[in-house]
Nanobody
Framework: VQLQASGGGLVQAGGSLRLSCAAS????????VAWFRQAPGKERNFVAA????????VYAESVKGRFTISRDNVKNTMYLQMNNLRPEDTAVYYC???????????????????WGQGTQVTVSS
């Protein structure tokens, strides 16, 4: 599967962006889908994940109430709606999918074998 992330950009604090991640090569409707981010000089960290249908999404504490992860199985695309952005949200955002993730590991990078190329989000103060 190939993943193409888009939607990043420069936004002022308090603004919003919606990231998209389009999958091709196979359907990801039954995969766990997730977003991670990596700020300059820091390690890549978990942001949000959507397990299988029927389960609630999982968010990092730092984005709860501001970010929303979703998926459109018809378009084979996942999204990350980011509201009330803060300068500390500045990072390269990566989408990831995998069909074999177990729920206890969905916040771990190691659980995902398929990654997008990343899209830059910059939030100015």
């Amino acid at each position: 599967v190939q993943l193409q992330a888009s939607g990043g950009g420069l936004v002022q604090a308090g603004g919003s962006l919606r990231l998209s991640c389009a999958a091709s090569g196979r359907t990801v409707s039954r995969d766990t889908v997730a977003w991670f981010r990596q700020a300059p000089g820091k390690e890549r960290n978990f942001v949000a994940a959507l397990f299988r249908t029927g389960y609630s999404p999982v968010y990092a504490e730092s984005v709860k109430g501001r970010f929303t992860i979703s998926r459109d199985n018809v378009k084979n695309t996942m999204y990350l709606q980011m509201n009330n952005l803060r300068p500390e949200d500045t990072a390269v955002y990566y989408c990831a999918v995998d069909s074999s993730v177990i729920r206890s590991t969905l916040t771990s990078q190691a659980a995902y074998r398929n990654w997008g190329q990343g899209t830059q989000v910059t939030v100015s103060s």
